[in-house]
C-alpha cells in the first residue's frame, strides 16, 4: 500500500526566513497529494494541494512542488510569519489506498518573530 | 453553512463505559472517514465508509466500532473504554473520487480515567 514519508518532524525558523518541508511516497500510482495546516487545539484544514499532472502549484507565500520520477513533494513557504506556526501535514492518495488519505507523519513549524 | 460536525467536543469518562462519539456532515459527501490522533501529532485512519450501509477498516487496528446508516452520519461507538483509547478522534468527509480533499471535523477529545 502507500507509505508517505515526511521530513522533518520539527522545524524552527526566524521570522521572514523561508520553510521548507518534504515528503516522499512509495506508490507510483499516487496522483494527489495536499498539504493540511493544523494549528493548536483546532482541526487540520487544506492550505494547497497538486494533481500528477502538474509540476508545481503556488498560493501567494505557500507552494507546493512535485517530482514524479523521484517520488517525492514539497512545501515551500516564503516570508514566514508567527502564525505560520502550526503542524503540516502532507498526504497522498491512490486508487490502491481505496482512495484514502494516507498522511506524513507531520511537521511542527516555530516561526520566532 | 455546510460542515462536518462532532459532539461532543471533550469527554472525559470512566473505564468500562460504553460511548459513541457523534458525527454528522452538511457536505453532501458520500465518503466519511474517522481518524485517531495521538498527542504526538499523527493521524491514523481507524475506519471508513463509502457510503449508507458500507463500513471499513482503516490502516491502525482499533476496538471500537462504526455505522452508517444514514449519509450524513456516522458515529463511533467504544463498547468499553479503556485508558489505552485516550485520543483525539476526528472525523472527515470528502467526495467519492480519488483527487479531492477530506473536509475535518473539530474533533472529539477523549479521556479514559
Known amino acids: 500500500g502507500e507509505n508517505v514519508e515526511q521530513h522533518p518532524s520539527t522545524l524552527s525558523v526566524q521570522e521572514g526566513d523561508s520553510a521548507v518541508i518534504k515528503c516522499t511516497y512509495s506508490?507510483?500510482?499516487?496522483?494527489?497529494f495536499p498539504w493540511y495546516k493544523q494549528e493548536l487545539g483546532k482541526r487540520p484544514q487544506l492550505i494547497i494541494d497538486i494533481r500528477s499532472n502538474v509540476g508545481e502549484k503556488k498560493d501567494q507565500r505557500i507552494a507546493v512542488t512535485l517530482n514524479k520520477t523521484a517520488k517525492h513533494f514539497s512545501l515551500h513557504i516564503t516570508e514566514t510569519q508567527p502564525e505560520d506556526s502550526a503542524v503540516y501535514f502532507c498526504a497522498g492518495n491512490t486508487y490502491r489506498s481505496q482512495g484514502n488519505l494516507i498522511f506524513g507523519k507531520g511537521t511542527k513549524l516555530s516561526v520566532k518573530p | 453553512e455546510a460542515d462536518i460536525y462532532q459532539t461532543p467536543r471533550y469527554l472525559v469518562i470512566g473505564t468500562g463505559k460504553k460511548i459513541t462519539l457523534e458525527c454528522s456532515q452538511t457536505m453532501g459527501h458520500d465518503k466519511m472517514y474517522w481518524y485517531q490522533q495521538d498527542p504526538g501529532m499523527e493521524l491514523h485512519l481507524i475506519h471508513y465508509?463509502?457510503?449508507?450501509?458500507?463500513?471499513e477498516k482503516g490502516d491502525l487496528s482499533s476496538e471500537s466500532t462504526v455505522s452508517r446508516i444514514r449519509t450524513e452520519h456516522f458515529p463511533l461507538t467504544l463498547e468499553s473504554a479503556r485508558p489505552s483509547h485516550t485520543s483525539q478522534y476526528l472525523c472527515?468527509?470528502?467526495?467519492?473520487?480519488?483527487?479531492?480533499?477530506?473536509?475535518f471535523g473539530q474533533g472529539t477529545r477523549l479521556t479514559v480515567v
Open positions: 472527515a468527509s470528502s467526495a467519492d473520487t480519488v483527487n479531492t480533499e477530506a473536509f
Open positions: 506508490d507510483s500510482a499516487s496522483n494527489y
Open positions: 465508509s463509502y457510503g449508507v450501509n458500507s463500513t
